[in-house]
């Protein structure tokens, strides 16, 4: 490689900022809201199994129960049917999953990508863990409740 080509790189590798990782993903919203934001997350990444309509067949051997949670239809904001408690007579949408009235979120735990070995987190492994992004999403959501502590639509 001659000289000026070389100096020629070096010049434009000094020209242009680095590229850091976190500009690759979009900045995440100040107030993300169900529809708009959270909502293409859990399609993508939950929906697989938290679909009301999806009844899985497998059976945990060590519980006896269904290996496809039963709970939080992400698919859907709002909870249908009697959900003064939650049982078969409440479909659980992803409102009530999020703010447990008297516990507080179900999800945050489960959706921190830094849990990556806990068995408990969502989506489960082998499946990858949500990114930073999705993750920061849907934590900015839960925390952004209103004044009633349901979730904002």
Same mark, same amino acid.
């Not at 859990?42 to 269904?66: Q, S, W, Y």
């Not at 849990?115 to 992004?133: G, Q, S, T, W």
């Given at each position: 490689m001659s000289k000026a080509l070389l100096a020629s790189v070096f010049a434009l590798a000094a020209a242009v900022p680095a590229i850091s990782l976190s500009g690759c993903s979009p900045e995440v919203p100040a107030n993300p809201t169900y529809a708009k934001d959270v909502k293409p997350i859990?399609?993508?990444?939950?929906?697989?199994?938290?679909?009301?309509?999806?009844?899985?067949?497998?059976?945990?051997?060590?519980?006896?129960?269904?290996?496809? =949670?039963?709970?939080?239809? +992400? &698919?859907? #904001? %709002? @909870?249908?049917?009697?959900?003064?408690?939650?049982?078969?007579?409440?479909?659980v949408g992803a409102s009530l999953c999020a703010n447990i009235p008297g516990s507080g979120s179900y999800m945050a735990p489960k959706v921190d990508p830094?849990?990556?070995?806990?068995?408990?987190?969502?989506?489960? =492994?082998?499946?990858?863990? +949500? &990114?930073? #992004? %999705? @993750?920061?999403?849907?934590?900015r959501w839960l925390t952004n409740l209103d004044p009633s502590g349901a979730p904002l639509p």
């Open positions: 859990f399609m993508a990444r939950c929906v697989r199994c938290h679909d009301e309509t999806f009844r899985g067949e497998e059976i945990n051997p060590m519980t006896g129960n269904p290996i496809t =949670p039963a709970i939080c239809h +992400l &698919n859907r #904001y %709002e @909870s249908m049917g009697d959900c003064t408690t939650v049982g078969p007579a409440c479909s830094a849990v990556e070995d806990d068995p408990a987190r969502m989506p489960p =492994p082998p499946a990858p863990a +949500l &990114n930073d #992004y %999705e @993750s920061a999403v849907i934590n």
